[in-house]
């Protein structure tokens, strides 16, 4: 399996970035894990808009799924060449809201250009060559961790969370884990099942025995080599900062 990460910073984007946004790819297919803002433009650096085979949003948040409105758009009207039922999974409550922001006309070519996917925490689906199993995470909305395999390799993803033991489960002895790490231990005291900090990442990472660890979801005002610190000090594994374009192979 191949990672492609399309953005990186948590809430909003610092300068030239993109917030959360992930392309797997593997035999031919690619799979687009969430849709936040400039993850689009981001896309068309490494795959034409209509080659995605499959997409999945982690949850309702802006930050995960704003840009599925401007790709539903250039689905549509930018080209007269057409790709209908591209399978789209989301956790519960997802479609009602992105209905609710569309047109009339705009709610129909979603359920045209997409195949939509409920998907209830917990359960599992497979999108071309990927098995997913999925697990709730500690977020105020549905939200969707994911555990992907194909060709035997394992990749995790936490999206949005709080601490919770779902992640060790759900990424036990995988090749990589792509973990949140919002926030770091500056002695804020900060509100529970919402996000992890940097050492909260490494913690879940070493329950799991994960073979790597990439951090992702930070807050773009953070010294990052300092979320490395934090995270290093619970999990002694290699630990990667996810930037902008970058692409490596998950079982390396």
Known sequence: MELII??????????????AGYLLRHDGFSLWIDLGSGTLANLQNHLALLDVGAVVV????????????PYLYARVYGS?????????????ELFDKVTNLLSGAGAE?????????????GSGFDAGP???????MAHPVPTIGLRVEAGGEAFAYTADTGPTDAIANLAEGVDLLLSEATWQDDGTAFPPDVHL?????????????????MLTHIKPTLDRDRTREETASTFDGEILLATEGMVIEVGK
């Open 80 to 92: 007269e060449e057409k790709v209908n039922g591209t399978p789209l999974f989301g956790p519960p």
């Open 6 to 19: 399309l953005g990186t910073h948590g809430m909003y984007a610092g300068p030239g970035g993109a917030t």
């Open 58 to 69: 982690s949850h309702r948040h802006p930050d995960h799924l704003v840009d599925l409105f």
């Open 130 to 136: 990927f098995q997913i199993r999925t697990a709730p």
């Open 197 to 213: 900090t940097a050492t909260q990442a490494g913690e879940h990472a070493r329950r799991a025995s994960a073979k790597r660890l």
């Open 109 to 121: 070519e979603l359920n045209t250009s997409f195949a939509l996917h409920e998907v209830r925490p």
